[in-house]
Structures are given as C-alpha cells and as structure tokens.
C-alpha cells in the first residue's frame, strides 16, 4: 500500500497542496525501486480526485482510503480500496475500486471480457472482471475477509465514460463484486457508495483488513489434481484472466469457423503461467474438449502424471512431451497447451526417433500442426540448455510461416517469491540479465534474503525451517559430477556435492525411487527430497517455501564482475561445439532459475571467498540474524 488516508483529509491534501502524485511516486520509488509508468501517475492525478470528490459529496468523507493496496503474495495493486462500516450490518464494510480514465472501450472480438481501448496496443481484462478477480483473491487470501467473505464487494469507476462509450462492456454479469459506474452515472455511484458504507469513521475497519493474517499461497502441485479433476482453484488476476480468455475465444472461433490461432502468454518466474496452462487443461477437460498439456520437462510431466492423474489414467494421459507429437494427426486436438515453452528444441528427433521420422522438422511447427489452439507459456530467461530455442520472436516467425496469427499476451505480475518483483529485478541485476547490475537487496518485506557462510550453515538454516513445517530444498549449479548408476552393493546415495568436510549428493537419477530418496521427477515435492542437493533440471518448473541455492565455481566475482569458468561445468549438455558465449548466458538463466523458486525466502552460499564477500555486501542479511518467519 502506498498511501492511507481519510476521503476528507485526502480532498484536502489534493485541493491545498496538490502533489498527491509527487507524493506517490515518492513512496512508490521507495517500495519498488524504480520510477512509476507515467499512465499510473496520470491516473493518480487525475483518478483518485474524482473518486475522493465522489466520497465528500455523498458524505462519507470519514472513509478511509487505501490507495494502490498490494494484494498478497503477489505483486499486484488494487488502485483503491475504500474501509468503512456497514449502514446496515454495522460491521466492517470494504469497497474494492478500480479506476479508469476510459472514454471509450468495446469488447474484443466480439468478447466482452476482452476490451480493446484504441490508445492500448493490445486487449485488456473487463475492468468489471478485474475488480471481481481482486475481491476473489482477497477473500481467498487475507483471513479478516475470509471470516466475512460477505463484507467486501467490487466496483469500476470509469469517470470519464458515458454509457454509450462503454455499453458493449456490460455483457459481462454484473453482482456484487463486480460492478460497473460511469461518469454519466454519477448520481447512482454516490447512491451505491452510501448502500455500502455509512458516514461513519472507517480506521477500525482499516486496520483490520491490513492486520488479516495471510494465509500461504497455494503451491502448484498441492492443488493440481483438483483443479484438473473436479473443480478451479486458482483465481485468476488480470493479465493471467485476459491469458486464459484470450485462449477460451481463441478456441471458440475454432470451433465456429474453423479457424486456427497460435496464442504465446509470456512472463518471468512466478508470473503464474503454469497457473493458467492447469486452468485451461482443467476447464477443456470437465467440458470434453479435446486438449492435451505438454513440456519438454521430465520433472514436470511426470510429477503431474503422479499428483493430477492419481489412480486415473486418463488424465495422466493428458500430460505428453513435446517430442509426442511427430506423428500426430494435423488438428487432432482443440487446444494444445505447452508450458516451460522456453524448452522447445530445434527438433522432437533424438538417438531413439525411428528413421522415418527424423525429417528435421521444427518442433515448434509440429506442435503448431497438431491443434487448432496451439498455446506456447515461457520465459525466454530460464532457457538453461544448448538447442533450446523457445523465445517469442522465434515462435511468432514460425507462425507467420504458417501464415498463422499469433496473439501475445505479457505477464508482469509476480505470484513467486512472496509476490516481491523487486526481488525478481534484483536477481536478474545481480546476474547482469537486465541493465544495471548488481545492487544491495533492500528488504520489501515480500521475500526474505539471506547469506551463509558454510554449506553447513545453510542446510542447517533449511533443515530448522522443516522443523517449523515449511518446505524447503537445496540446489546448486552444475559444478560436480553426477554418479548416475547406483550399484545394488552401496547403502547410500554417493555424495558428489563436496565442499570441504560437507558432502551431499545429488538428488537421484532416474524414474525409481532408491535408498529412501524419490526418484528425480519427485525431489522438488516429496518431503524425501531433503538432504539431496537439486540441480536446475530438476528445480525449474518447481517452487518451495525456503530455497538454499549453492553458487558453484563456474562462476564467480572478480574485482567488477562475474567470471563464467565454463571449466568448473560439469553439465555433460555443453560441449566443445558449444561457444562461450552460450555457456555463460545459460549458466547465469540457471542461476536465474535456482534463486528463484523460494516463495518465502531464499538464502544463498558461494564456494568461492570473493563471491561470498561480494554477496555479504549486497545481502545485508545473514543466518544468525532474526528473520519474519
């Protein structure tokens, strides 16, 4: 939350001093380490003036107002949130609103949950839709609304809008959480704000709502089963809703007109992609609409095989590979969902591929072959191997030469690493992936970041948080030859991780489970998975509450910056034939990977001394001292 205020104090502070804006940007500069887009500032100047002008005059100047309210676990923002108290129940009564200084929007496509607005470049969610998702979530996630899921409701207020500009909007159902006001509505919103809150001071009801206890997000897995089988779990928040819409009208037209459209849905770790692919597979599947999920990720297609498709085999059958679809029938299928697309590889042939098949056809075409919706979900910053090639551009290039239209939609939400895209800017900094370069972590109080000085010390950090029933796991760069073959004599793993007196091995290779370790597919989500330490492939796609990541040799600081030694590399995947600049983009997007599946906290060791010091300067934080959970 930036800011929080009466609506009578807040006119005031617009009317006399009229830096209401200055002043959120300053704030906002502060939380999120960097400047506001200048469209959010416009709406601050122009937005939040006419909401609180609407409060005063239906005389509920004793509202308290919570701008830019950050939702849990997630970097996502309500612009206003009004807390006050019932007229009628006398209890807490709280008013979620979304902004928009829209004079005209009309539904894409003929899709009213889709709008297209002329000065935007690409459809937005129905804000009527966006403020229910918001109510959705809350009450899903902050325990004062889940007690009294009854208390909060949803409004739009497009203050610049005439009914006639928007009409094509309210297709969409209209209740409580997820209302609609124009400008030329002015007297009904006023009447509305009165029916919710009475003038009456809301600072008890505020303070409620942000002392609510938030309760932990719902970790992929623990959730899949259900949301394929029975029913949706996920509440899905603006852009991750307008993904999932885009690919429900996309699978309409298909159906209407024969039409098909490749759909790519792009964001970074967290950003909720592996979400919507398990919404969409779910909502095709209790419907009976042909559609299949499929990765280039053994971990992650076995481990949804084993949690979604327990004892029922045909929904582990909706889980494939990529490399599945070489002899698959040309639109066999609806919707064909391939999540971590950023594995795709340049073609399905490998050493087994019967001669026949290797044509030397791209994978990505064949996958576009096999469904009327071929639907790609990537991050083109956790490629970690040689022969992926899974970005936008290259997708949308293999679409054009099928003289296919391709839709992108952008994820820039962050639902991992306790919601903190600080966090995620300052891993990418770190690494030298974005411009600016390594800073010092300033705390957000999202995600906790720490420094160990032993491996020792950071399997004991871990290992205490078990005690406290939070998962947690170890990983590490590929810096130490792997034991693949466990001989039937050994009575336990052989310890290939070696850091001086500390030995651990590696998580187990292979698909069996052995001397009470899980088999690889499993180690990010079975509790036996604790003790061994994970490499990126068996770590991507995966999250946990607390993340012990393991900086090996292959690379270090030097004096200014990162060293890539391709030599400390242990990874069989790079080869001679591979160029060094390759090896050091792909050894960073896996440490990238590595420091990002933590979703309470992560806490980082380096092998290397300089590193180590280098890390203490930019991570004030160390083990022994006090931590929020």
Request: proline share 6%; with cysteine; net charge neutral.
């Amino acid at each position: 939350m930036l800011f929080r205020e009466s609506a009578a104090s807040l006119a005031n502070r617009t009317q006399l001093e009229g830096r209401l804006a200055e002043l959120l940007t300053e704030n906002f500069l502060h939380k999120h380490r960097h400047r506001p887009q200048t469209s959010e500032v416009r709406s601050w100047e122009r937005s939040i003036p006419a909401l609180t002008h609407a409060l005063v005059e239906a005389g509920l100047g004793e509202v308290e107002m919570l701008l830019e309210y950050g939702l849990p676990l997630t970097s996502k923002r309500a612009d206003v949130i009004l807390a006050g108290v019932h007229p009628t129940t006398g209890g807490p009564s709280y008013v979620v609103v979304e902004l928009k200084q829209w004079s005209n929007a009309y539904p894409e496509d003929g899709d009213p949950l889709r709008c297209r607005i002329d000065a935007y470049p690409a459809p937005v969610l129905n804000p009527i839709e966006q403020v229910r998702g918001y109510c959705d979530y809350l009450v899903s996630f902050n325990g004062a609304l889940e007690q009294a899921p009854e208390s909060i409701a949803g409004v739009a207020y497009l203050h610049n809008a005439t009914e006639f500009g928007v009409a094509g909007l309210r297709a969409v159902t209209e209740d409580r959480r997820g209302r609609m006001f124009t400008g030329e509505q002015r007297g009904a919103f006023l009447n509305y704000l009165r029916s919710m809150l009475a003038p009456k001071p809301g600072a008890d009801a505020a303070d409620t709502l942000l002392q609510g206890k938030v309760r932990p997000s719902r970790q992929l897995m623990a959730v899949a089963a259900e949301e394929v089988r029975n029913r949706e779990q996920f509440v899905l928040l603006g852009e991750q809703r307008l993904a999932y819409e885009t690919v429900m009208s996309a699978v309409r037209e298909a159906r209407r007109s024969n039409h098909k459209q490749v759909v790519v849905v792009a964001g970074g770790p967290g950003s909720g992609k592996s979400v919507i692919a398990l919404s969409l597979l779910g909502d095709m599947y209790r419907r009976g609409v042909p559609a299949l999920h499929a990765t280039g990720s053994q971990s992650f297609t076995k481990t949804m095989r084993k949690v979604a498709g327990t004892r029922k085999t045909e929904v582990q059958k909706l889980f494939r590979y990529f490399n599945s679809f070489m002899e698959a029938e040309p639109n066999d299928l609806d919707v064909l969902v391939c999540d971590e697309a950023h594995r795709l590889r340049k073609t399905s042939a490998n050493r087994y591929t019967k001669a026949a098949l290797r044509t030397g056809r791209p994978q990505v075409a064949e996958l576009m072959d096999a469904a009327r919706v071929p639907v790609f979900l990537l991050d083109q910053h956790q490629v970690v191997r040689p022969g992926e090639m899974g970005t936008v551009e290259e997708i949308r290039e293999a679409a054009a030469e099928q003289g296919l239209q391709c839709t992108v939609v952008e994820l820039d939400s962050q639902f991992r690493c306790g919601g903190s895209d600080a966090y995620l800017r300052w891993v990418t900094g770190l690494l030298g992936l974005e411009d600016g370069g390594p800073t010092v972590w300033e705390p957000d109080g999202k995600v906790q970041l720490l420094t160990a000085e032993s491996p020792q010390e950071l399997e004991a950090f871990l290992a205490d948080k078990r005690a406290k029933d939070y998962g947690a796991r170890m990983s590490a760069g590929y810096c130490w030859k792997w034991t693949t073959k466990i001989k039937p004599t050994m009575t336990s793993l052989p310890a290939d991780v070696t850091i001086g007196d500390w030995a651990r091995p590696w998580n187990l290779y292979g698909d069996r489970s052995l001397l009470g370790a899980p088999p690889a597919p499993l180690w990010a989500t079975d509790p036996a998975g604790f003790g061994q330490v994970g490499c990126v492939y068996t770590a991507q796609g995966f999250e946990y509450d607390w993340s012990g990541v393991i900086m090996g040799p292959d690379l270090v600081w030097r004096t200014d910056r990162w060293v890539v030694n391709r030599t400390a590399s242990k990874d069989p995947v790079f080869t001679k034939a591979t160029p060094d600049e390759d090896v050091a983009r792909l050894i960073r997007n896996t440490y990238k990977v590595l420091l990002t599946r933590g979703m309470i906290g992560t806490i980082v060791y380096s092998t290397d001394p300089e590193t180590r010091e280098k890390l203490r300067s930019l991570i004030p934080c160390a083990v022994d001292e006090p931590t929020l959970q």
